[in-house]
Every structure is written in structure tokens, then in C-alpha cells.
């Protein structure tokens, strides 16, 4: 009669790691840029709150959806999107004109799925802002 209590526990514990497990897998943070459309592309869903971190530590930028706003899962780096807040840590980019710096490497974390590892990327900009570099081109 006991083993069969445990048996039962044991396969009720295990139906509910793989149901915990295919949700989670549902909802990664993975994210790649676009270098074309100068974007953060999130794999699956909407972009709700990323990071973007230059390496040198200079400027650190938290993107959240605004409120009664939508989000998406692109987001264009070289100009605002009134969908979205930026909480500004601290930073060198002129926020009149958004683009990110010159010549600076950054670290764009996703975080938009507080239940799934980061989605991170590295990009890398010219002399005139924009992304020529990114070790992340598409979700595979």
C-alpha cells in the first residue's frame, strides 16, 4: 500500500515538471537583432522589459511597456517608441535625438519573462550610431 502511494507522488511530481517545463519553454527570453530594420527582435512575444548596457558601463536603459500602452516584439533602437518607458540609470545618448553612441559596444538583455533565463545579445556601433555588428541574427 505504501509503494503505491509513492509511486503515485512520484508520477504526479514528474506530470508536473513536464507541465512546468513546456510552459517555460512556450516562453523564452530569446531574442537576435535585426540589422536591417536597426531592431531588438523578441522570438516569442512582446518585448516588456529589456536592458540595454554599454560594455564601458556608461549608459544603462530599461525599457518597459508604457502603461495602457502595447507592446511588440520588435523594438527600433535608433528612435523611440512611445509604446515603451525608459528608465535611464544613467547615460551619455542624447534622448532628444535617440541613437545609441558611436563606436560602443553594448549588452541587450531581455528579462521580459521573469520565469525563463535572460535573452542577451552583444551589438556593436559605427561612427554614425548605427548597428554594424551583432553575435545574434536570428532565433535559431
Do not use: W
Amino acid at each position: 500500500m505504501g509503494k503505491a502511494i509513492i509511486m503515485k507522488t512520484k508520477a504526479t511530481f514528474f506530470i508536473f515538471l513536464a507541465v512546468l517545463c513546456v510552459f517555460t519553454a512556450c516562453n523564452t527570453n530569446s531574442i537576435y537583432f535585426d540589422i536591417e530594420q536597426q531592431s531588438v527582435v523578441r522570438c516569442k512575444g512582446i518585448i516588456s522589459n529589456l536592458y540595454i548596457i554599454s560594455k564601458d558601463n556608461e549608459d544603462y536603459l530599461h525599457f518597459t511597456i508604457s502603461k495602457g500602452r502595447k507592446g511588440s516584439n520588435m523594438l527600433t533602437i535608433n528612435k523611440l517608441n512611445e509604446n515603451y518607458s525608459i528608465e535611464v540609470i544613467r547615460t551619455h545618448i542624447d534622448l532628444q535625438n535617440f541613437k545609441l553612441r558611436p563606436e560602443t559596444e553594448y549588452e541587450i538583455i531581455n528579462h521580459s519573462n521573469g520565469d525563463a533565463s535572460d535573452g542577451k545579445l552583444l551589438i556593436r556601433t559605427n561612427k554614425n550610431s548605427f548597428v554594424i555588428y551583432t553575435n545574434k541574427i536570428s532565433c535559431e
